[in-house]
């Protein structure tokens, strides 16, 4: 059977340089394109790639899903800070190239799919919920992407739920102090040397908490769902976002 033929975007950088690595040592994978800042999109192209593994910069990532999804290659997408515009226009990309299929994961890593599928479903049980994500000091977007989509889920099962969307208590503070409004759910950001990728959901109610913590210790735990996305990619035309998508959770 024939390799699937990947590429890497942001080849370079923490990430990037282990997704290569992890695609050389795929026995069903060929790399055939490496490109870094300041590489032509066209190398793609040149080099026949099938899938494009998107891993830059919030500033760099529309430019290089316009060109691949243009060319009909399938996108792999970890890059971060994504908002409703910026998802609006990759659907008419992708409107415009109706067999080309992009994967958006805020995370690849098994363990961090499932604290916000934890943190789904435990939404509803609890009256008051909060995000706390902690990253390396070179993180340029904040919140991160996973917290944001947490938070996310977990206003998405409060108002399912019928739960009203909370209300800060706080009538004295300084700016900043009660984190990001994530649709009524809290988020805080802490930027730390020695730290690479970490949260915790925390719920509370009457007599009671509950902490969902994750914890990324090396770029090697987000290598599976990278792999895992582009071979599941080329079969799924059109906007998938989240990696729980391609994973039985059940
Ligand atoms: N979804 C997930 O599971 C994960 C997502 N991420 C996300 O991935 C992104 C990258 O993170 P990280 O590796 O830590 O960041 P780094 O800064 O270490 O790496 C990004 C790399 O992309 C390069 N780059 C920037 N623009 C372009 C471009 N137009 N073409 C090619 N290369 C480019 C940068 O070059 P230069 O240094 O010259 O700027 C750098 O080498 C972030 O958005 C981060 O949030 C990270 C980990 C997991
Ligand atoms: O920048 C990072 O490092 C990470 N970014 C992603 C995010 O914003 O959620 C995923 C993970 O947290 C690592």
Do not use: Y
């Not at 040149?46 to 494009?52: H, K, S, Y």
């Not at 363990?111 to 070179?138: I, N």
């Not at 925390?202 to 769902?225: A, K, N, Q, V, Y």
């Amino acid at each position: 059977m024939s390799k699937l033929r990947v590429a890497v975007i942001g080849a370079h950088g923490r990430i990037g340089s282990e997704a290569v690595r992890a695609v050389e040592a795929a026995e069903d994978m060929e790399l055939v394109a490496a490109l870094g800042r300041g590489d032509e999109l066209e190398t793609l192209t040149r080099a026949g790639a099938q899938v494009a593994v998107e891993l830059t910069h919030p500033d760099s990532v529309m430019e290089n899903l316009e060109f691949c999804v243009g060319h009909g290659i399938h996108g792999v997408v970890g890059t971060t800070g994504w908002t409703e515009d910026r998802l609006a226009r990759l659907n008419s990309w992708l409107d415009a190239s109706p067999s080309t299929g992009v994967l958006i994961a805020p995370n690849f890593s098994i363990g961090a799919v499932l604290t916000m599928s934890f943190a789904r479903q435990a939404a509803r049980f609890f009256e008051s919920a909060e995000v706390v994500e902690l990253h390396h000091r070179g993180k340029a977007d904040a919140p991160s992407g996973t917290a944001t989509r947490t938070a996310q889920m977990i206003a998405e099962a409060r108002e399912a739920a019928g739960l009203p969307r909370q209300e800060d208590p706080t009538t004295h503070g300084l700016p900043g102090a009660r984190g990001a409004d994530v649709d009524g759910v809290p988020v805080h950001a802490v930027r730390l040397r020695g730290l690479l990728a970490h949260q915790e959901v925390l719920f509370g109610d009457t007599g009671e908490t509950l902490t969902i913590r994750h914890d990324s210790l090396h770029h090697s735990c987000f290598m599976p769902g990278i792999l895992l996305g582009a071979r599941r990619v080329v079969d799924t035309p059109g906007l998938t976002f989240g990696l729980e998508h391609f994973l039985d959770l059940g």
